[in-house]
């Protein structure tokens, strides 16, 4: 998209063309206009291939080719400190004026950029990698709500980008970055104040966590992919993605949840009652698939169980919803685009299972000792 209408300014803007091969220039703002537009065409809809970049030696961030990727997700960096979404800022320098960058916590944007920093500068020593990993970790830490949680972005606007965001493992990704500054030897560059403030934002997210999941008649549940920054009510987003419980978002946060060391009462009944939940909402006997290109739902019974992406609140049904904001019930009553546009359904409660099991071998004495598991009903 970006890289038609960049061909389209050139072809129409840059030059004019009148008989032979004469040709006139244009103002130095639409050639400029024309340039930007191609180049974040070469660098849009891809994410970077962090963990690739995690595997490399120590001898790699100090090469030409190390330090251009570094140089590269530098430039990419707006004033406040973090990074744009759905681009590959290990590409290609931003060659523009930094300040129209829309930093955001979104589609996993910042957390790998910084982390990927942090290694630079403990690699090479450079201070520039150093100062840029500090400016985004301050930037964090300043948009973390009272309440405990975060924004999609910040400053967070008066849009639903306000709303305490659980959707697409926004929140949870800040706080694990901020479990390991606070905790990893590897952060050892950043001053002790930094670390303790991490430390103390993580325990604040925590606690943020345990007090937005939904009851329903008295019985924890999960939670809804956005929750209100004042109230911690469930909230929408996108006309399609209504108030709900999520299948999702929660399995990331119960995923979170169960990485705690010596779990509190408060964090051993979520873990529970999230558990629980996962499996009374399960479906069984379907399968998702693609007929003639359009992904329906059919029955199988041999298939492995699937998850929602939303559940209605209250009766545990699963919802979907096209542009138009309208519930559904049924993923065949919303709009192709919408349809075959967006993961409604996934495999996210195996996950949790697994991990459930795990952490009742391991802080269950009950389960530790050959009982049963003692799992909210």
């Not at 329903?216 to 469930?234: F, I, N, R, S, Y």
């Not at 990485?259 to 999230?274: H, M």
């Amino acid at each position: 998209m970006h890289m038609n209408l960049a061909s389209v300014i050139i072809h129409h803007s840059l030059f004019s063309f009148s008989g032979r091969s004469s040709f006139c220039w244009v103002d130095k703002k639409t050639v400029w206009l024309a340039a930007a537009l191609f180049q974040l065409a070469s660098v849009s809809g891809r994410s970077a291939d962090w963990p690739g970049y995690a595997s490399k030696q120590d001898d790699w961030f100090r090469s030409a080719e190390g330090r251009r990727v570094a140089d590269s997700i530098l430039s990419w960096q707006s004033p406040l400190g973090s990074w744009p979404k759905n681009l590959d800022t290990t590409q290609e320098k931003l060659e523009g004026d930094k300040r129209t960058i829309r930093g955001t916590f979104d589609n996993g944007a910042t957390t790998g950029e910084l982390r990927f920093l942090a290694r630079a500068f403990r690699a090479t020593g450079e201070a520039r990698y150093r100062d840029a990993f500090m400016r985004g970790l301050d930037h964090i830490l300043q948009a973390q709500y009272p309440t405990g949680g975060w924004p999609q972005s910040y400053p967070p606007g008066a849009g639903y980008h306000r709303h305490i965001t659980f959707n697409d493992d926004a929140m949870v990704r800040l706080m694990e970055l901020l479990r390991e500054v606070a905790n990893k030897p590897e952060y050892e560059f950043v001053d002790a104040t930094r670390r303790r403030a991490c430390e103390t934002s993580f325990k604040r997210g925590i606690d943020c966590i345990l007090k937005c999941q939904v009851k329903v008649d008295g019985k924890l549940t999960v939670w809804c992919a956005q929750h209100d920054e004042a109230t911690l009510q469930p909230r929408p987003a996108r006309t399609f993605e209504l108030v709900s419980l999520s299948g999702a978002e929660s399995a990331g946060i119960l995923h979170l949840l169960m990485s705690l060391d010596g779990p509190s009462p408060e964090i051993a009944a979520a873990i529970r009652a999230g558990a629980a939940w996962f499996e009374s909402a399960k479906l069984t006997g379907l399968a998702q698939t693609r007929v003639n290109g359009d992904k329906v739902v059919v029955p199988d019974k041999n298939a492995r169980p699937l998850w929602a992406r939303f559940y209605e609140i209250g009766s545990n049904r699963p919802i979907f919803s096209g542009r138009d904001g309208v519930k559904k019930y049924t993923l065949a009553e919303i709009e192709a685009e919408r349809r075959n546009g967006y993961a409604w359904h996934g495999s996210w409660g195996e996950r949790v299972a697994r991990d459930f099991a795990l952490w009742e071998r391991k802080w269950d004495p009950a389960v530790r000792n050959g009982g049963t598991s003692n799992r909210q009903k």
